[in-house]
Structures are given as structure tokens and as C-alpha cells.
């Protein structure tokens, strides 16, 4: 019997500064225009590199 796996990955879409004074905004309109496109993003923190990340998952086999 054969067996499939799905591994799921994210795709980094773009990077904002967590330091920016209007803190995760930017992002979140980002991802938010990205939604209006078709696209399911969505925003992370990214705590080594002090940075907000939109993110999209892909799927890989």
C-alpha cells in the first residue's frame, strides 16, 4: 500500500518592520488587499527577525 503525504509551507508575501510606528497595519492592509485578490494570507510575527509577516499556505506532495 502506497502513502501520500501533504506537507504544507508557507510562502512569505512580504515583510514589515514590527518596530514601524503604526505597528502591524501595514501588514494587515497588505493581506487584507491580498484577500480582495483570491488569495488566503494572513499576518505572523516573526519574533527572531522583530518583523510581521504575510504569509500564504501552500501544499507540496
Known amino acids: 500500500m502506497a502513502t501520500t503525504t501533504a506537507h504544507a509551507t508557507r510562502t512569505i508575501l512580504e515583510r514589515f518592520p514590527a518596530g514601524a ?9 497588505y493581506a487584507a488587499a491580498q484577500h480582495a485578490q483570491g488569495t488566503n494570507a494572513q499576518v505572523v510575527m516573526d519574533l527572531p527577525s522583530d518583523q510581521f509577516l504575510v504569509v500564504t499556505d501552500t501544499t507540496t506532495q
Open 21 to 29: 510606528p503604526r505597528g502591524s497595519w501595514p501588514a494587515e492592509e
